[in-house]
């Protein structure tokens, strides 16, 4: 971990949170592509020194990437398609006739995947040596994931989903079975290592890009895992599943005042005792993995590693729940690097998504692993002074935003909120919550104790409810959102950056 990743939670900072999917581009979603780096030089000139990404692995059910058939991929639609152009693998295409607003995943997936499939032709077919040699150095060195993972979407490709309706020698991974199957599928695996090599090495040049700008990147771990995934597939014995591999209990929240049967998620469970007996092997790679590819990471749910809500997976809601002890202390103390010659373990560079109900206990955790917690403003108004979302109550080592991913816009917010949290809002931000109630926030959050503060770039640029990102609970039409340049104009760079400056976290870098 460089020193600038190392001070980024001590130091006054400011980013912006945007998912890759959201960038302007000419194929139908966004990538790794121009507009990338075009948001970096963006950020770079606003003063800002944090991107804050949503997930990047491949995405799952109604396009989400929280849940994903694996935890270690990079997702195929964002890998940049013009430099596979430039290659010489893939022929120009120009006319595509995508909306520019929205990612039309019905559209936008088989087009890319397609792509991608030309592009492997095309490789395969005028390949250098060096470029041959690289893409297998890139197979052996990843090949602790990446085998069992393109293993995986060659045989969904071949047998559908989900795995537990594969062939049963498959569903359970039968080593002689699958080496059968890899024998007769080799253009699969190498069509997907390449989707993986072109994305990982696309990925790791716009994060140096980043640095030398002076932009960190921060992404995103989802506390749990899908049932059809390759991680779950190939480490069943570390999930709660029967003998035919489907879930026995499944994740998600109680009934709250949100919903009155709470949220059944469906993922998967944890035997966090099985895990324990491998000093947590599954979860030290995945974290080692993904901090090879961003500087800092949101961990998300993280009350549920303190306790979770258990539900019998035959229960149709949330409501006949139970808490469960989660894996607790014992899982960060295997993830924290061993102690350095003073004896002093560096902390992960980690921050808590500690939203909802948070115990006492859950607040032990986090602050005993030394993580930041978050706060979200637009949870603030409408009780008491005492309410800490609200920024006067924060302390130092927090992470607060106007609102997440999973909230609306703060403009969407102001225009739909209670008389009461209006009337509370103006008493605290001033006449200005009325002019533009996104500024009114994000002036707030940046002049507070909070060393670091994070603003969705939908309300940099003050946009209504129509470009929220997503709506929890809603299966279908979230993770949709795309902006364009001109909605960007020339004035929220130089304004943010003077917001930024003014309240000390315009810093020339990180150190």
Same mark, same amino acid.
């Given at each position: ?214 932009? +960190?990147? $921060?992404?995103?771990? %989802?506390?749990? !895992? =899908?049932?059809?995934?390759? #991680? ?5 014995? @570390?999930?709660? +599943?029967? $003998?035919?591999?489907? %879930?026995?209990? !499944? =994740?998600?929240?109680?009934? #709250? ?5 709470? @949220? ?11 895990? =324990? ?235």
């Amino acid at each position: 971990m460089s020193l600038l990743t190392a001070s980024v939670f001590s130091q006054r900072t400011s980013g912006v949170l945007l998912h890759l999917t959201s960038l302007p581009g000419v194929h139908g979603s966004g990538d790794l592509g121009a507009e990338a780096y075009h948001f970096v030089d963006w950020l770079a000139s606003a003063g800002q020194r944090l991107w804050q990404i949503l997930p990047f692995s491949p995405v799952g059910p109604g396009n989400s990437p929280y849940h994903s058939p694996s935890t270690f991929a990079g997702n195929p639609l964002l890998v940049d398609l013009e430099e596979l152009v430039r290659c010489g693998w893939l022929s120009p295409r120009s006319d595509h006739g995508f909306e520019s607003n929205r990612c039309d995943f019905e559209r936008v997936a088989p087009y890319r995947m397609g792509r991608l499939r030309e592009a492997w032709q095309g490789f395969l077919q005028k390949v250098q040596p060096a470029d041959w040699s690289d893409f297998e150095r890139f197979r052996a060195q990843q090949s602790h994931w990446l085998e069992g993972y393109v293993l995986f979407m060659a045989l969904e490709a071949r047998h559908g989903k989900p795995w537990t309706q594969w062939p049963a020698a498959l569903a359970q991974c039968e080593p002689g079975a699958l080496a059968d199957m890899a024998a007769h599928m080799t253009d699969d695996l190498g069509f997907f290592s390449f989707i993986q090599w072109r994305f990982h090495l696309q990925w790791q040049r716009l994060r140096e890009y980043a640095h030398q700008r002076g932009v +960190l990147i $921060a992404g995103d771990a %989802p506390i749990f !895992v =899908a049932h059809h995934s390759a #991680d779950v597939w190939m480490n069943a014995s @570390q999930y709660c +599943l029967d $003998a035919q591999g489907e %879930p026995t209990v !499944v =994740a998600g929240v109680p009934p #709250d005042h949100f919903s009155v049967t709470g @949220q059944r998620w469906g993922n998967p469970l944890y035997r966090w005792d099985r895990m =324990a007996e491998d000093g947590f092997a599954w979860w030290r790679d995945r974290l080692t993995h993904l901090l090879a590819l961003v500087d800092v990471v949101r961990l998300d749910h993280f009350r549920g590693f303190e306790s979770y809500w258990e539900i019998p997976a035959s229960e149709p809601t949330a409501a006949a729940g139970s808490w469960r002890e989660g894996a607790g202390e014992a899982l960060f103390a295997a993830l924290t690097p061993a102690p350095g010659q003073h004896g002093v373990r560096s902390p992960l560079p980690i921050f808590a998504e500690d939203l909802g109900v948070i115990t006492p206990a859950v607040t032990a955790l986090r602050q005993a692993c030394g993580f930041p917690g978050m706060r979200v403003m637009q949870f603030a108004f409408g009780d008491t002074s005492a309410n800490p979302y609200l920024p006067h109550n924060f302390d130092a080592p927090t992470v607060a935003y106007t609102g997440t991913h999973d909230n609306d816009t703060s403009l969407g917010w102001w225009q739909t909120a209670s008389e009461t949290e209006r009337h509370a809002a103006r008493a605290y931000l001033g006449p200005q919550a009325d002019v533009e109630i996104h500024w009114a926030m994000m002036q707030s959050l940046s002049q507070s104790v909070a060393n670091t503060v994070i603003f969705p770039l939908q309300d940099v640029l003050g946009l209504d409810s129509t470009h929220r990102m997503n709506t929890p609970g809603v299966a279908h039409g979230c993770w949709q959102w795309r902006f364009d340049w001109h909605q960007v104009g020339d004035e929220p760079a130089p304004r943010l950056a003077s917001l930024t400056r003014a309240h000390g976290r315009n810093l020339s870098g990180l150190t």
